[in-house]
């Protein structure tokens, strides 16, 4: 057969460059033009490219009108579409003849594994799952497979862990609901049309509200950790230095346990008695470190050995820490309940009676899910905050949940200290009535010396309990005059100020004094004073 193209035996340069940008690059599927042709647009940009394969295969991005090679849409089509191995022989030709074409449509170039795979999972059918609630007409959803990919953006939707949707009144497959909103957009819905078509099998996918009610908010399953730079270690702290989180390289020991140092650290032969692996970004794999970095004569950062990702066994969470990791039981009424929100790991809807657990990055997972996971892996499936660590983590003596230090400080390892010294009261003086035990939250216990040296004793379930207003009048103080009253009043659990009672006059008022004030956290008492109603 006559072919336009030479044909090539090795890839180039430039092709595994822009194979390499495919994979690691968010591109949507808006439309097909046969089976050959396809509309697309990159995650952000609004432009789109239309991609035609044949002999030669073409692309109207600038890229390819540049170079004549392969562009990343045209790898995009047949790794990502068609799922061609990037080693295979079709994958980095400038063109394929119909013969090749129609051997990469119907799949020939699959291992017979992979086919046999397919070929078990079609003559079975794929299982429905009822769903809650659903609507007259409206089919079944399709429990996701491990080799379901989405149809828009063409990735693997257990792999990528996005909220899902599904076609409600067509095929029942599922579909990334930021891939719906692409999807929903490209096609310019006027405002009489209140459907969107599925980019499956061209039925109803669901109404526009519900998919923007999806959208809303699976934005809440987005947590702050996620936009976080990747060279940002979250939750790891270097044991030497104790910066935390870890910005750039990172380094962790072979043989401790949660021990990680910084590249500066690591440079200066901190813990030399064992090898290191690294890693740049907190989701990469971690690579073994060759030689020590502190015998580089230049301070250069050491290199990984082949460039190779060496199996690091990963630190388990241990069980006291997951116990006490935050859990509700899903409710009715409760958010988690709405359209939209899922659990990321098996991308199914929470249920009532469900439990949930929380992560400290603001993640919520089915417990069965996310357990088993934590306990081999002392990090966030999805943005690899690291959960424990021993240096940061404090347990409390009561059964409550942990309390995590703040790690973004830099000297973390420090805990403020209870005591008196931030109350004071100009011509009171206030002393700690037992300064062995430590009060408990919200409670003030101290004694008050009035004029004749009496304490006057302050009883602290009085605060915590009953959550009143406290006065305490002494006579003579602060007051040139015998028949003057001095009145502090307070609320141990509350910020707010008590108001002033009527016919009261400010210190600042009678005296020309500035009123007084006590101040401690959380907590301002005010002074005035007022003059006693004669009979």
Not at 54 to 81: M, N
Not at 330 to 354: A, K
Not at 449 to 477: A, H, K, W, Y
């Given at each position: 057969?006559?072919?336009?193209t030479?044909?090539?035996?090795?890839?180039?340069?430039?092709?595994?460059?822009?194979?390499?940008?495919?994979?690691?690059?968010t591109?949507?599927?808006?439309?097909?033009?046969?089976?050959?042709?396809?509309?697309?647009?990159?995650?952000?940009?609004?432009?789109?490219?239309?991609?035609?394969?044949?002999?030669?295969?073409?692309?109207?991005?600038?890229?390819?009108?540049?170079?004549?090679?392969?562009?990343?849409?045209?790898?995009?089509?047949?790794?990502?579409?068609?799922?061609?191995?990037?080693?295979?022989?079709?994958?980095?030709?400038?063109?394929?003849?119909?013969?090749q074409?129609?051997?990469?449509?119907?799949g020939?170039?699959?291992t017979?594994a992979?086919?046999?795979?397919?070929?078990?999972?079609?003559?079975?059918?794929?299982?429905?799952?009822?769903?809650?609630?659903?609507?007259?007409?409206?089919?079944?959803?399709?429990?996701?497979?491990?080799?379901?990919?989405?149809?828009?953006?063409?990735e693997?939707?257990?792999?990528?862990?996005?909220?899902?949707?599904?076609?409600?009144?067509?095929?029942?497959?599922?579909?990334?609901?930021?891939?719906?909103?692409?999807?929903?957009?490209?096609?310019?819905?006027?405002?009489?049309?209140?459907?969107?078509?599925?980019?499956?099998?061209?039925?109803?996918?669901?109404?526009?509200?519900?998919?923007?009610?999806?959208?809303?908010?699976?934005?809440?399953?987005?947590?702050?950790?996620?936009?976080?730079?990747?060279?940002?270690?979250?939750?790891v702290?270097?044991?030497?230095?104790?910066?935390?989180?870890?910005?750039?390289?990172?380094?962790?020991?072979?043989?401790?346990?949660?021990?990680?140092?910084?590249?500066?650290?690591?440079?200066?032969?901190?813990?030399?008695?064992h090898?290191?692996?690294?890693?740049?970004?907190?989701?990469?794999?971690?690579?073994?470190?060759?030689?020590?970095?502190?015998?580089?004569?230049?301070?250069?950062?050491?290199?990984?050995?082949?460039?190779?990702?060496?199996?690091?066994?990963?630190?388990?969470?241990?069980?006291?820490?997951?116990?006490?990791?935050?859990?509700?039981?899903?409710?009715?009424?409760?958010?988690?309940?709405?359209?939209?929100?899922?659990?990321?790991?098996?991308?199914?809807?929470?249920?009532?009676?469900?439990?949930?657990?929380?992560?400290?990055?603001?993640?919520?997972?089915?417990?069965?899910c996310?357990?088993?996971?934590?306990?081999?892996?002392?990090?966030?499936?999805?943005?690899?905050?690291?959960?424990?660590?021993?240096?940061?983590?404090?347990?409390?003596?009561?059964?409550?949940?942990p309390?995590?230090?703040s790690?973004?400080?830099?000297?973390?390892?420090?805990?403020?200290?209870?005591?008196?010294?931030d109350?004071?009261?100009?011509?009171?003086?206030?002393?700690?009535?037992?300064?062995?035990?430590?009060?408990?939250?919200?409670?003030?216990?101290?004694?008050?010396?009035?004029?004749?040296?009496?304490?006057?004793?302050?009883?602290?379930?009085?605060?915590?309990?009953?959550?009143?207003?406290?006065?305490?009048?002494?006579?003579?103080?602060?007051?040139?005059?015998?028949?003057?009253?001095?009145?502090v009043?307070?609320?141990?659990?509350?910020?707010?100020?008590?108001?002033?009672?009527?016919?009261?006059?400010?210190?600042?008022?009678?005296?020309?004094?500035?009123?007084s004030?006590?101040?401690?956290?959380?907590?301002?008492?005010?002074?005035?004073?007022?003059r006693?109603?004669?009979?």
């Amino acid at each position: 057969m006559f072919r336009k193209t030479v044909w090539r035996n090795t890839v180039s340069d430039a092709v595994s460059f822009h194979q390499d940008q495919a994979l690691n690059t968010t591109i949507f599927l808006l439309k097909s033009y046969g089976p050959t042709g396809f509309l697309l647009r990159e995650d952000g940009n609004t432009r789109n490219f239309k991609v035609c394969l044949g002999d030669p295969h073409t692309c109207t991005c600038p890229v390819f009108s540049r170079e004549q090679e392969p562009c990343k849409h045209i790898c995009w089509i047949l790794l990502r579409k068609f799922r061609l191995p990037r080693e295979h022989e079709y994958s980095f030709q400038h063109g394929l003849v119909e013969r090749q074409i129609l051997e990469v449509l119907h799949g020939l170039h699959q291992t017979r594994a992979h086919q046999t795979e397919n070929d078990s999972s079609a003559a079975s059918g794929t299982p429905s799952q009822p769903v809650t609630g659903q609507e007259a007409g409206s089919v079944c959803r399709k429990v996701i497979q491990a080799q379901d990919v989405c149809p828009i953006c063409q990735e693997e939707l257990l792999e990528k862990k996005q909220p899902v949707s599904y076609c409600r009144f067509g095929c029942g497959n599922n579909v990334h609901i930021s891939c719906m909103k692409v999807w929903a957009d490209h096609q310019q819905l006027s405002d009489r049309e209140e459907t969107v078509r599925c980019p499956l099998c061209r039925e109803d996918f669901s109404s526009l509200k519900l998919l923007q009610e999806q959208v809303k908010n699976a934005a809440k399953l987005c947590t702050a950790a996620e936009r976080e730079k990747p060279d940002r270690h979250l939750g790891v702290l270097c044991h030497s230095c104790r910066v935390c989180p870890v910005t750039g390289k990172c380094f962790k020991c072979t043989v401790c346990s949660y021990f990680y140092l910084c590249e500066d650290c690591s440079k200066k032969g901190c813990h030399p008695q064992h090898l290191f692996a690294s890693r740049t970004k907190r989701r990469e794999k971690w690579r073994l470190v060759t030689e020590d970095v502190c015998d580089d004569p230049k301070g250069a950062t050491a290199q990984p050995a082949n460039d190779s990702i060496i199996p690091i066994a990963a630190d388990p969470l241990p069980e006291n820490v997951l116990s006490r990791l935050p859990t509700i039981r899903v409710r009715s009424g409760s958010r988690l309940l709405d359209e939209g929100q899922q659990c990321r790991i098996c991308l199914q809807c929470f249920t009532l009676g469900q439990q949930v657990r929380t992560l400290p990055c603001h993640h919520k997972f089915h417990t069965d899910c996310v357990d088993g996971i934590l306990r081999k892996s002392n990090s966030c499936p999805l943005d690899g905050y690291v959960i424990f660590n021993p240096l940061t983590w404090r347990t409390s003596e009561r059964k409550t949940s942990p309390t995590l230090a703040s790690c973004f400080s830099s000297d973390c390892s420090k805990q403020p200290e209870s005591n008196l010294k931030d109350l004071f009261v100009p011509g009171v003086a206030l002393r700690a009535k037992n300064t062995k035990v430590t009060p408990s939250h919200g409670a003030l216990n101290l004694e008050v010396l009035t004029g004749s040296s009496v304490p006057l004793n302050i009883p602290q379930n009085q605060m915590v309990d009953r959550f009143e207003d406290l006065c305490i009048t002494t006579t003579g103080l602060w007051s040139p005059e015998p028949d003057h009253t001095a009145t502090v009043a307070f609320n141990a659990r509350r910020t707010r100020l008590q108001p002033k009672p009527r016919g009261a006059v400010t210190t600042n008022d009678t005296n020309n004094r500035p009123t007084s004030e006590l101040r401690m956290t959380g907590v301002l008492i005010n002074t005035w004073h007022q003059r006693r109603t004669e009979s």
